[in-house]
């Protein structure tokens, strides 16, 4: 069993920095992936952004220049740096882990969700 533990969100008014952390605790082999997601009210799930264990990252195009991801080698904890925040980016953001078991099953992991709210 994985658990994934957001933390960092909160309220901030529109132009400010929130830092979002992630934890992974469990049966992991390997981690191959992890991700940030978000959900705004009445609105799918989004990609916000993404770091591989290579090092490469992604970014949905709304966020390029303003977030950044990071980790350490182990690609645990993860960590998202969002910066001029824009009311917009109101949601509830998601962590996300692929990667490997201890038992060498896939895995595809997610956290309870952590709330940003951005007031204007």
């Known amino acids: 069993q994985v658990e994934l533990v957001e933390s960092g969100g909160g309220l901030v008014q529109a132009g400010g920095s929130l830092n979002l952390s992630c934890a992974a605790s469990g049966s992991i082999f390997r981690i191959v992936a992890m991700a940030w997601y978000r959900q705004a009210p009445g609105k799918e799930r989004e990609l916000v952004a993404s770091?591989?264990?290579?090092?490469?990252?992604n970014f949905a195009d709304s966020v390029k220049g303003r977030f950044a991801i990071s980790r350490n080698n182990a690609l645990n904890p993860v960590y998202l740096q969002m910066n001029s925040l824009k009311p917009e980016d109101t949601a509830v953001y998601y962590c996300?882990?692929?990667?490997?078991?201890?038992?060498?099953?896939?895995?595809?992991?997610w956290g309870q969700g952590t709330l940003v709210t951005v007031s204007s």
């Open positions: 770091v591989n264990a290579g090092g490469g990252t």
């Open positions: 996300n882990l692929r990667g490997y078991s201890d038992y060498r099953n896939t895995l595809d992991a």
